[in-house]
């Protein structure tokens, strides 16, 4: 039988180009405020789930080992890797869950970690699709995602100019939202006309619709109810989650009606009891390294019909007052320690419902969705937390 399992503390390095600090130092740093904030000892700890992008992203093989012992905390204690590109994150956040709700163990610490300034992370990214076709016109994740927003822009026939002002509003909301988060690594103030002036990455990708290369990490605890309970007043249960993927060759799936994002949200939301998102959610950490991916999110998890993001953004619906804000923190635009990036919204959505975000709180947060993208854009992973089991 799955045992509840609630999230008692959490911890985020300050994240960007970090090179005051070495890679163990962030997974160190992310993990001692995680204890602090449960108010535990690494004693305390029966297991430890961490990861990273695959090895020749970080220069280093086996970075688990390489930093897992002091760092992590994972001296005579069972230690997992994970690494599944874009979704590592979430994928840690969901394995350190298994490993409570499945009784194996009581408390479980999950960390994400990245230091891209220190490797080569755009050059490994070009290898990721399949190298005999895929690769000569698929230069990283920018292509990928340029050919996943035109096949956006023209689903639905709705004007490009519309889509192409809706995606430079989310780049707004995140810049301006992230200048209110401590951890954020992009902390810059722009306008509209910023995003729509700024150089073609690769078409209709502008550099203010892109996500940065960042350092950091993030831990977050698990803990069985029954010692949830003793651990803390403000635990925050994990109500339901999904993870679906779907084809790695590019062209052989529909990335704007998203089959794999589709189903984790479905999946999440029936072990949550979500019938109507937009109502239900109080906060949504949607993954969003590109404004136009964003857009074609709240159509996949159900927070708007198809083919109507554009008008959620034009109402407001989406933004830091309004019904469904999504992304406070600055999301994954502002911040991308890619190992850490999806923890890092479980991690957020965990602050809101403790009411503990600081200047980026929501009032009032009951139930949060975090979400997580990645692989070839292939794997997508979300989980639904509340203040209730």
């Not at 890679?23 to 990861?51: P, R, W």
């Not at 070009?126 to 292509?143: I, L, M």
Request: glycine content about 8%; some cysteine; aromatic content about 8%.
């Amino acid at each position: 039988m799955v045992r509840k399992v609630a999230i008692v503390g959490t911890g985020q390095t300050k994240h960007g180009k970090r090179q005051d600090a070495s890679f163990q130092e962030l997974v160190y740093d992310a993990v001692s405020k995680a204890l602090n904030d449960a108010g535990l000892q690494i004693e305390e700890i029966d297991a430890v789930v961490t990861g990273s992008m695959p090895a020749p992203m970080e220069g280093v093989n086996a970075p688990h080992l390489y930093w897992g012992d002091d760092p992590a905390g994972a001296v005579f204690k069972p230690l997992m890797r994970v690494a599944t590109c874009g979704t590592t994150g979430v994928s840690v956040a969901h394995s350190g869950y298994y490993h409570v709700a499945s009784g194996m163990f009581d408390v479980v610490i999950a960390v994400g970690a990245e230091k891209q300034y220190e490797g080569e992370p755009q050059g490994t990214m070009t290898t990721v699709v399949e190298g005999c076709f895929q690769r000569p016109f698929t230069a990283g994740a920018p292509s990928v995602f340029a050919i996943q927003s035109n096949e956006y822009v023209h689903r639905y026939n709705i004007p490009e100019q519309r889509v192409r002002m809706a995606a430079a509003e989310v780049s707004v909301r995140n810049h301006n939202d992230a200048l209110d988060n401590p951890y954020a690594h992009i902390q810059i103030k722009i306008t509209v006309d910023d995003v729509l002036k700024s150089r073609i990455i690769c078409y209709p990708v502008r550099l203010l619709d892109v996500c940065p290369s960042s350092d950091g990490a993030t831990a977050i605890i698990y803990a069985c109810e029954e010692k949830a309970r003793k651990i803390t007043d403000t635990p925050v249960w994990v109500k339901g989650l999904g993870y679906r993927g779907d084809e790695y060759w590019i062209g052989d799936s529909d990335k704007v009606v998203w089959d794999s994002a589709i189903e984790a949200a479905r999946t999440a939301y029936k072990q949550a009891k979500i019938t109507n998102p937009l109502k239900q959610l109080d906060v949504a950490e949607v993954y969003n390294p590109f404004t136009f991916q964003e857009l074609l999110y709240y159509e996949c998890f159900g927070f708007c019909e198809k083919g109507e993001a554009c008008k959620l953004v034009e109402d407001q619906v989406v933004m830091r007052h309004g019904e469904l804000p999504c992304d406070p923190s600055g999301g994954v635009l502002c911040t991308n320690p890619i190992g850490a990036t999806g923890i890092t919204r479980v991690a957020e959505a965990v602050l809101q419902v403790q009411g503990k975000a600081g200047k980026h709180q929501i009032p009032d947060v009951e139930t949060a969705f975090a979400h997580a993208m990645g692989g070839v854009s292939q794997l997508n992973g979300v989980m639904i937390l509340g203040r209730t089991p």
